[in-house]
């Protein structure tokens, strides 16, 4: 099916519509004034009755009078072309003229009246032949002047649909010139204050959030090709050199082993960006199912204590005695829990402590046992150098590492990636810090709706501890 122009489509509504309304509009006029004419001839036709009936009585109350010649006389003296009949009983019969029928159409008025108690019936008509004139006068008139009407309306319409649409076609213009290569251009807003001038503000805003994009995605590309490139030279340069000439077993395997170390490194960015690029994407699979936030947190806490032992760092737990259950995928929140407590162990001082805390409270929606609507949070604190203010708008920034200031390691995905998790489990990461005092990351889970399944494990108790320390 061929696609028309928008200006083209207009035109045609236009004339259909314009079309439809002088139709309308003659049809309405001609059946008006042919309904008046009517009127006006039946007003007349009554009239006329009314004077013959009045001239009946008196004639017939005079004696010895000719009541035909009387009647006859009277109607010469009616308006040309009158027709008059009269029918009453004993065969009583009056006609003029005498013709028994009309040559022309007529419209014919009937009337019956009573006169000494004997009943008349009186037809008086009157010719349509000036009102037929008219009317098609009109008609021809109507059928002549209606289509040079819609001609010149369309023609002034397809002018119209030009000028008004000649907007979009500079804004369609400007846009086709814009490609990757000059994403800062924008589309000319005319001053105009329409939808016009609307809809150029609209793309000039798209082209800005898609300027923003390239940009971020080519600064997170040159970004991963740097931190990639870092850990390939490195295998790179010690195989060289463990290739250069003959070595002992023993500097093979520390070679081997810094090798192993890289490619490990390597293979976690890789991953991270992986999981970074599928949560963009929305096509990360996060299955859900009842989870104690309590158990993720031993797992994680065990896991990271050779960490916390290498700098001398106690991990102390204050996990509660009450089930802390959400509705989460498990691996998914234990890498976002690993890395919150690798950043706070990063970044403690030595022989210091960090805490993780569990609080399960009821929303402000719920009642006053807790069961329903009850938000749990993990707060994860340390007291190692804090964060600098400047820095602080920043961390969640993929590759931005506020640790090349403070000495530290990593990539700078793994903030990034536990505000991801956070994000597709509906919670959000809220981070207090003072410079040189510590650091504490609170990740808030939404509240809950009741859900039998949660309160089943919630009250099972089964994971139930004291407070622990690493």
């Known amino acids: 099916m061929p696609s028309h122009s928008i200006r083209f489509r207009l035109t045609v509504w236009y004339a259909a519509v314009l079309t439809a309304g002088l139709a309308l509009f003659g049809g309405l006029l001609w059946f008006s004034l042919r309904h008046q004419l009517m009127a006006d001839i039946d ?24 009541l035909r010649d009387e009647l006859e006389e009277f109607s010469q003296a009616l308006p040309p072309t009158s027709y008059v009949i009269l029918r009453g009983p004993n065969g009583f019969f009056f006609a003029y003229p005498k013709e028994s029928a009309p040559a022309v159409p007529v419209r014919m008025l009937e009337r019956q009246f009573t006169f000494n108690g004997q009943t008349f019936d009186l037809d008086v008509g009157a010719p349509t032949t000036d009102v037929s004139y008219v009317l098609d006068e009109l008609r021809i008139l109507l059928f002549s002047l209606i289509p040079v009407v819609i001609i010149i309306a369309s023609l002034g319409g397809v002018w119209l649909g030009r000028r008004a649409l000649k907007p979009v076609q500079d804004v369609t213009a400007a846009a086709l010139m814009i490609s990757i290569e000059n994403l800062s251009d924008r589309v000319p807003v005319p001053a105009t204050g329409d939808e016009i001038a609307r809809l150029a503000e609209v793309l000039n805003s798209m082209l800005s959030r898609l300027e923003s994009a390239v940009k971020t995605l080519s600064q997170f590309v040159a970004n991963a090709s740097h931190e990639l490139r870092t850990p390939l030279s490195v295998i790179r340069t010690t195989a060289e050199l463990s290739l250069r000439r003959a070595r002992s077993p023993e500097s093979y395997r520390l070679s081997l082993e810094e090798v192993v170390a890289e490619a490990q490194h390597m293979t976690q960015l890789v991953e991270d960006l992986l999981i970074l690029a599928r949560t963009d994407a929305q096509i990360v699979e996060m299955p859900r199912s009842p989870v104690d936030l309590r158990e993720i947190l031993q797992e994680v806490c065990a896991e990271m204590n050779s960490l ?17 259950v959400v509705a989460g995928n498990r691996p998914a929140l234990r890498r976002l829990f690993v890395a919150l407590l690798d950043n706070a162990l990063k970044y403690s001082h030595f022989a210091s402590e960090v805490q993780v805390t569990v609080v399960r409270a009821p929303d402000r929606a719920t009642d006053r046992s807790g069961d329903r609507n009850s938000r749990v949070s993990v707060a994860i604190q340390d007291f190692g150098m804090g964060i600098r203010e400047a820095d602080l708008p920043h961390i969640f920034e993929r590759f931005y590492r506020a640790d090349r200031a403070r000495g530290g390691g990593g990539h700078g995905l793994g903030l990034p990636l536990a505000e991801s998790i956070a994000t597709a489990h509906r919670a959000k990461i809220e981070v207090r810090s003072v410079e040189g005092a510590g650091s504490s990351f609170t990740v808030i889970f ?14 099972a108790g089964a994971f139930v501890r004291n407070p622990i320390e690493i």
């Open 43 to 66: 007003q007349d036709l009554d009239g006329r009755a009314s004077r013959f009936e009045s001239y009946f009585r008196i004639e017939s109350a005079k004696p010895g009078v000719d």
């Open 308 to 324: 916390a032992q290498t700098r001398e760092i106690r991990v102390k737990t204050e996990l509660g005695d009450q089930a802390a």
């Open 446 to 459: 939404a509240a809950r709706d009741h859900d039998p399944e949660l309160d089943q494990v919630a009250k």
